[in-house]
């Protein structure tokens, strides 16, 4: 080996050297900003029109908000609640809510003709109205069925991407991985 080629080899090492310390200053710096974002996991009941005023009007603006407007006795209520439950653990950065139509005082009329409804927002801005929802879906659906048509709307972020952030990698784990040929 020649001087030459073995300062060539020693600069290869100084750079692959500092692309490792950068890239775990840039992971570093990324968890640091993810872990800043407010987590919700889980459907938040509203109890008053303050409180659906609140939701929309006083979460960051790059915070999704999904309102669900019910009523118990309403076909596909229940179902669009429990997708819903589901979807809230697997979006973790979106905010789930849920509100009685009885609670914000709306007409019986939109009750009985617009049920279940789901509002989305970001910014304080409605993004997505999806008034009586069972039109799109049918009144018997899935979280998976909810989530693929919020998903075509492109309402809802990628979740490989919201779950792989979340636990500190941005690859989706091997196990889960279409590339495999058994």
Do not use: W
Not at 57 to 70: F, G, L, N, W
Request: charged letters at 30%.
């Amino acid at each position: 080996m020649t001087l030459q080629e073995y300062s060539m080899l020693q600069v290869s090492e100084d750079d692959e050297e500092f692309l490792q310390q950068y890239r775990k200053q840039r992971m570093e710096e990324m968890r640091k900003q993810l872990s800043s974002k407010k987590l919700f996991e889980k459907v938040y009941e509203l109890a008053s029109p303050e409180e659906f005023l609140n939701a929309v009007d006083k979460e960051h603006k790059s915070t999704t908000v999904m309102i669900h407007i019910y009523e118990t006795d309403i076909p596909g209520c229940e179902a669009l609640a429990g997708c819903m439950l589901c979807l809230a653990a697997e979006y973790p950065l979106v905010k789930f809510c849920k509100i009685q139509s009885s609670v914000i005082g709306t007409s019986e009329r939109f009750t009985e003709n617009a049920l279940p409804t789901l509002l989305i927002y970001k910014g304080g801005e409605l993004i997505g109205n999806f008034v009586r929802i069972t039109d799109q879906l049918g009144e018997d659906f899935f979280a998976v069925d909810l989530e693929a048509f919020l998903q075509e709307c492109c309402l809802l972020p990628e979740k490989d991407v919201v779950t792989g952030s979340i636990h500190g990698t941005l690859v989706p784990d091997s196990e889960d991985s279409d590339l495999d040929i058994d």
